[in-house]
């Protein structure tokens, strides 16, 4: 294009040489800026600029996420109901074993008792009070030594006892066995 | 009109925002950037102007109260930001009367993507010799094919204004090219 008919181009307006618009078709952009201003662009600008730009973006527009799958207004008060539960279970759990640890100075005797071993008397005696420390003591004392102790003869004599019976069974079956043997026989 | 009534209302929706954005952005890019890029000059400071545009465009679409065209709208945004740039960088390319023009056309030269001949720059010579209302009115009307209306909310400034403002640059420029031719 020559200087003076790009001189009429810039100037001429009325005759409708307008500079994006020639016979009221819209020229390409990048086309009349070189021609008349230029001003030129990269190759493929306006591609690489529009990925640019996407890229560029916040990000505002994703979708709500969803909480296990459910939305929100579904999955919080299942959420709170299943912690509600777990909580009341973790109460009263806490108030059984409360209850399983009031010692009192007749329970302690009887939890000792459960207890059973000698082995854990020095233990037990920990559980309990000093003022009910005596009566523990003799309680034990009774109990365990005493009361053992005679339990323990009881079942001597009853072993004796036991195998006076065995004997007395023991001729008779002998008895028996040389009668089959000796007169039948 | 009605395109971008349509446009408006799907980039509103959250759930079409992204595409519309996309269709946006195949509408306006260009144009937007030849509006940038002559008021900043270079390609690569038009590149950065341009994605701050839209960038604050997508953020503001929400809030975009539709008291003017969408076009408008977008134009007024990538002017202000173009300002904001040459503030923030101090440069000088939009230079007053008073004020030497040497910058104007040394920033010109020095962009790889100006590729202008003799008469081009001499065009830019005498734009750049125009006050920055003046400038501005000129590159508006006549290479962003915008009316005195769009261009008046855009700078702000009464539609009588610009058009006096506009007449008076256009005859500035024929005798300037007359000049010219006659000195050549």
């Known amino acids: ?185 | 009109m009605n395109k971008d009534i349509d446009l408006i209302k799907r980039l509103k929706d959250p759930k079409q925002k992204d595409k519309a954005f996309s269709d946006l952005l195949d509408l306006y890019q260009e144009r937007l950037y030849w509006h940038i890029r002559k008021i900043v000059l270079t390609h690569d400071n038009a590149n950065d102007v341009l994605q701050n545009t839209f960038i604050r465009i997508f953020k503001g679409i929400k809030n975009f109260q539709e008291k003017s065209t969408l076009h408008t709208w977008m134009y007024r945004i990538a002017y202000n930001e173009s300002i904001r740039f040459l503030e923030n960088n101090k440069i000088k390319t939009l230079v007053s009367l008073e004020q030497d023009n040497n910058s104007y056309i040394n920033n010109l030269k020095q962009d790889e993507y100006f590729n202008g001949d003799e008469i081009q720059l001499k065009l830019h010579q005498i734009l750049s010799r125009l006050s920055d209302n003046q400038k501005r009115v000129f590159q508006m009307k006549y290479f962003d094919d915008l009316s005195f209306r769009e261009i008046s909310e855009i700078l702000d400034i009464s539609e009588n204004t610009l058009k006096s403002s506009y007449y008076s640059v256009v005859k500035t420029i024929e005798e300037k090219i007359h000049q010219e031719e006659i000195i050549t």
């Open chain 1, 1 to 185: 294009m020559g200087k003076s008919k790009k001189d009429n181009k810039i100037i001429n307006e009325q005759s409708g040489n307008h500079f994006l618009k020639e016979d009221g078709l819209k020229k390409d952009l990048a086309q009349e800026h070189k021609e008349f201003l230029g001003l030129d662009v990269p190759a493929n600008y306006f591609s690489k600029s529009k990925e640019n730009i996407l890229k560029s973006l916040p990000m505002e527009n994703k979708q709500k996420r969803t909480v296990f799958g459910l939305r929100p207004f579904i999955a919080y008060p299942i959420a709170a109901s299943i912690l509600l539960l777990v909580a009341i279970t973790f109460w009263f759990q806490n108030n059984s074993n409360q209850n399983n640890f009031q010692v009192t100075d007749v329970d302690a005797i009887e939890t000792i008792k459960d207890i059973g071993s000698t082995d854990d008397f020095l233990v037990s005696s920990l559980l309990i009070d000093d003022s009910e420390l005596d009566q523990y003591i003799d309680g034990y004392i009774l109990n365990e030594i005493i009361v053992e102790a005679e339990l323990s003869e009881q079942q001597l004599e009853n072993i004796f006892i036991n195998s006076l019976f065995v004997e007395d069974s023991l001729i008779n079956s002998y008895i028996d066995n040389n009668l089959i043997e000796n007169v039948i026989l």
